[in-house]
Antibody
Framework: QVQLVQSGVEVKKPGASVKVSCKAS????????ISWVRQAPGQGLEWMGW????????IYAQNFQGRVAMTTDTSTNTAYMELRSLRSDDTAVFYC???????????WGQGTLVTVSS | DIQMTQSPSTLSASVGDRVTITCRAS??????LAWYQQKPGKAPKLLIY???NLESGVPSRFSGSGSGTEFTLTISSLQPDDFATYYC??????????FGGGTKVEIK
């Protein structure tokens, strides 16, 4: 079965960077793209961007342009999301998500809590 | 950006009630609309795709309808497991993908 398994909790200081991983299994990694979604405490879902696991093409949401970088490692079937210049309002759970239809999220990782605090 | 507006933001209902949640898009998205259920501390779960198609394994008490800019999610007979937050999401285009603000279904 399809599984997306994310890396663990992170605590960072303002201005630092964080890199979250998402390891895929149960399907051919290059067949699906991976999106990243942010959820601040008690808030809704915010799409951050998407990366093609086939060719590495990316689409980033305007809110994160210049601060986010999404990459993949096809040798380990892993997607990465790096967010730079962290602020306290970046404190959130970050999810990776994907599926067989572009933009539709049939599969989700378990989420990674990133806390930004001095 | 396509704005997605859900109503109500909170809904109080009892087991067995028929529940309807509305989602409006700021411009036409045809039927490129999905519904997700999220429970506290868990990732969202896909319920409905392409406005009215039930994801495999999702109980038939869930249904979706609509096209263009107006969509609804209906739970025909609310069960204890259904108390959760529900989100709509448009996937008409990636500029950007957007979610509604969520509807929390609470026990009355």
């Amino acid at each position: 079965q399809v599984q997306l398994v994310q890396s663990g909790v992170e605590v960072k200081k303002p201005g630092a960077s964080v890199k979250v991983s998402c390891k895929a299994s149960g399907y051919t990694f290059s067949n699906y793209g991976i999106s990243w979604v942010r959820q601040a405490p008690g808030q809704g879902l915010e799409w951050m961007g998407w990366i093609s696991a086939y060719n590495g093409n990316t689409i980033y949401a305007q809110n994160f342009q210049g601060r986010v970088a999404m990459t993949t490692d096809t040798s380990t079937n892993t997607a990465y999301m790096e967010l730079r210049s962290l602020r306290s309002d970046d404190t959130a759970v970050f999810y990776c998500a994907g599926g067989g239809v572009a933009g539709l999220f049939g599969y989700w990782g378990q989420g990674t809590l990133v806390t930004v605090s001095s | 950006d396509i704005q997605m507006t859900q109503s109500p933001s909170t809904l109080s209902a009892s087991v067995g009630d028929r529940v309807t949640i509305t989602c409006r898009a700021s411009q036409s998205i045809s039927t490129w609309l999905a519904w997700y259920q999220q429970k506290p501390g868990k990732a969202p779960k896909l319920l409905i795709y392409k406005a009215s198609n039930l994801e495999s394994g999702v109980p038939s008490r869930f249904s979706g309808s609509g096209s263009g800019t107006e969509f609804t999610l209906t739970i025909s007979s609310l069960q204890p497991d259904d108390f959760a937050t529900y989100y709509c999401q448009q996937y008409n285009n990636y500029s950007p993908l957007t979610f509604g603000g969520g509807t929390k279904v609470e026990i009355k």
